[in-house]
Every structure is written in C-alpha cells, then in structure tokens.
C-alpha cells in the first residue's frame, strides 16, 4: 500500500516503445514516479519485487504471456500491487475478465492524459484510504452475554476495481457490518442479493456486463428489503436523480471520505444502532 505521506510508484509494462513513453509521459505529468519499463512479462514478479511499484500499468497483448495471466499472478504473489490493465481491445467480457481476476482498473485504448490521471490518482487515493483506515479493535464487543444478543447487519458489495472493494470492505467492518460477498458485477449483484438476502448493498454504477442502475432496478423489484447505496465516479445530476427514482437510498461519490461513506451507510439502514 501507498504511505499516506509518500509518492507514488508506477511500473509501465507494454511491448510498444511509443506506448510506454506516452504512459510515462502522462504519469510523470500526474506527479507519479515512473520506476521501471518492461516490454514483456517473463520479469515482471521478479521486477515487482526488485522496484517495489505501487501500480503496475499492464498491456494485455503481450509479446510472451497473456495480461490475464499475468494480473492472476500478480494478484497471487503481490495482492498490494494495484494493477491497471491497458488495451485496445474492445471485448467486454475481457473487462468482466480482468475484473474477476483482481484489476484495480481498466483503460482502454486510445486514451487520453486526462483519462490516465483521473484513473491512477483514483487508485491512489484508494489506497491511501485504505491505508489510514484503522481496524476494529480486537478487544471490541468481548462482553458475550452482550455479543450473543447483537443483530449483527449484512452487506454485499459490487464494484469492478479490486481496490474499491477492498476499501469499502475496511469502512463496513468498521461500522460492524459483516461483508458476505463481493461481486464485479451488476448481474453478480443480483444473484448475490437474492441468495444471501443482504441489509444492504453498495453498487458502483460503472460496471462491466451489467452496470449497477440495472441492478438496483432488479434488486429493488426482487429483494425490496435491501437498501442500495450507490458509489460512483458519475456525479452527472440524470445519474443521481434516476438512481434515486429507482430506490436508492443513498448516494456517494467517488473520491470520498470513508467517514462519509460510513455516515452514508447508517443512513441508508435507518440511523445508527
């Protein structure tokens, strides 16, 4: 994870030489320490752990090995790596894909600097959240004639980024919610819901092969009793008041305040406990 007080650190893996200088040109633009290049991927774990990166910024058609792979392996041998997969291709099932594998994000080519800075300085901010966000302490609630009588409140969470879930994840339990899944995914979401019956979920809206507006209309028609929080980077005010029409209880928008958030996800279960 990023030191809340440090910078941050990027690995540029792509077989394009115009490509990785572009990529570094927009990071270093973004204030983000470009510490190494690589043009294939048969050094890429060895090199993560040699130059320690925060975010490794992955083409998916390379030379050697398949991104995929790759991000799996990643995932497997660095889960603090964030890792944004880069390509031209435009399957959606590959979004699906690399979100199910672990991705912390996903571009698209062509892309602009903009676009790159706004996604990496996401996944920074995320993970510095993440960072600071303490974790319950272990001698919390050790009364068990008062624990044995606590309603303890459920959350499934929906969001195609490996590390949103895992912030979200951190500011529930904070609040002493108990996270049964986790989905990338609007239609996971639906299924999710319906097995586990929720207090609540928290769908992002941006999601591959189902975005979380159609989810929270099937959620809402199907499983009523949970309360749908929305967490997105779209503040377009359509957006807002249609998610709002359909039933949402909330709205929070990305980059935010985990406190906020926590306040937010109170609000939507009816008040505090």
Do not use: W, Y
């Amino acid at each position: 994870m990023i030191n809340p007080a440090g910078s941050a650190k990027a690995l540029i893996v792509d077989d394009s030489a115009t490509m990785r200088s572009t990529l570094k040109a927009f990071l270093e633009a973004a204030n983000i320490e470009v510490v190494g290049q690589l043009s294939c991927g048969n050094q890429l774990l060895h090199t993560i752990t040699q130059l320690t990166p925060h975010i490794v910024c992955l083409d998916h058609n390379l030379p050697d090995i398949n991104g995929l792979e790759l991000l799996k392996s990643i995932v497997s041998a660095h889960p603090q790596v964030a890792v944004v997969i880069i390509t031209g291709e435009q399957d959606p099932n590959l979004q699906s894909a690399a979100a199910e594998s672990g991705a912390a994000g996903f571009i698209h080519k062509p892309f602009s600097q903009d676009q790159i800075a706004r996604e990496i300085r996401h996944i920074i901010q995320t993970q510095r959240l993440l960072t600071n966000i303490s974790k319950p302490a272990n001698n919390a609630n050790t009364d068990d004639s008062v624990s044995e009588f606590t309603i303890k409140r459920t959350a499934i969470i929906a969001d195609d980024s490996k590390t949103m879930r895992a912030l979200l994840t951190a500011i529930l339990t904070s609040q002493e919610i108990d996270v049964l899944a986790e989905a990338t995914n609007g239609a996971q979401a639906i299924e999710l819901v319906a097995k586990l019956q929720p207090d609540i979920a928290c769908l992002d809206i941006d999601m591959p092969t189902m975005n979380g507006l159609d989810a929270l209309r099937e959620i809402r028609q199907k499983n009523p009793s949970t309360k749908v929080l929305m967490i997105t980077g779209n503040a377009k005010r359509e957006v807002v008041m249609e998610a709002l029409k359909q039933g949402a209880k909330g709205f929070v928008v990305k980059p935010f305040d985990p406190t906020k958030v926590g306040e937010a996800i109170m609000k939507a279960l009816g008040g505090s406990r």
